[in-house]
């Protein structure tokens, strides 16, 4: 059976980042779930290569992975495996009506990070571990979804969820308050992407969208018996860490 994948996803500004990093940083060896950086994360070396033993346990000391970039041919599987949905992308990506001409920069952004999430799933789902592995915007959080359209959009997913290999379960991240993701986002030093370029207006109307886009995508998943749990972002987030951690805790390790 292959592992179980626990998807965090959100409108851009509610915080999901840092909820996620903060469950990393809490995370032990003894817990019910798992995370790709703890999954993939090299064998300890033996004491004899001195240098290697010394930088593994320096990480461990301070709490940090060790980068670790996946090799392509897990990409290339994904994609080998799920041959629809890979023409689903490049068709996606390729229509104007997602990326016009003067957008081809975010067009070919858009296909680097994809393929980046090929090879994490990939990895992941090739991989042993019978936790469930909790992961970060993956495949359900893509922008190039997002439009003004609620019927295409609706279609949309209809058609991207019956060819995506689903997560177990989703952690849906999100508040009623618009307000309060546009106060974070533009706290932020880091202008996203997608938000370059844009008034404050352009940005309300941008949050609208992702939240739509993600209530259909939630809406449609239930459909499929995946199980979603809805986080309040308004809430302290040491308290969604609690919930959350407990919530992937009471999670049984696949047979």
């Not at 886009?213 to 995946?226: D, F, G, K, R, S």
Request: aromatic share 12%.
């Amino acid at each position: 059976m292959p592992p179980k994948i626990i998807e965090i996803i959100g409108p851009p500004g509610i915080g999901k980042t840092s909820i996620y990093q903060s469950l990393c940083d809490i995370w032990e060896p003894g817990c019910n779930w798992i995370f790709p950086e703890a999954l993939l994360e090299p064998e300890q070396p033996s004491i004899s290569d001195f240098n290697e033993y010394l930088l593994h346990y320096g990480r461990k000391l301070f709490r940090r992975k060790a980068g670790r970039s996946i090799p392509t041919d897990y990409g290339l599987r994904f994609v080998a495996n799920h041959p629809e949905l890979a023409d689903f992308f490049w068709n996606l990506l390729s229509d104007n009506r997602v990326y016009n001409y003067h957008d081809i920069d975010k067009r070919f952004r858009a296909a680097y990070l994809l393929f980046r999430d090929f090879c994490r799933y990939q990895a992941v789902l090739e991989s042993n571990c019978p936790k469930p592995c909790l992961i970060n915007e993956g495949l359900l959080q893509k922008s190039f979804f997002i439009h003004d359209d609620e019927e295409y959009v609706s279609k949309l997913v209809s058609t991207y969820l019956a060819l995506l290999p689903l997560p177990h379960a989703i952690l849906f991240i999100d508040t009623e308050n618009r307000n309060t993701i546009f106060s974070r986002l533009k706290s932020r030093k880091k202008v996203i992407a997608s938000h370059l370029g844009k008034d404050d207006g352009e940005i309300l109307v941008d949050i609208g969208r992702w939240q739509n886009l993600l209530q259909i995508l939630v809406e449609q998943a239930q459909n499929y018996n995946v199980f979603v749990a809805r986080i309040d972002g308004e809430k302290p987030i040491k308290e969604n860490i609690f919930y959350i951690n407990s919530l992937l805790n009471s999670l049984r390790p696949a047979p």
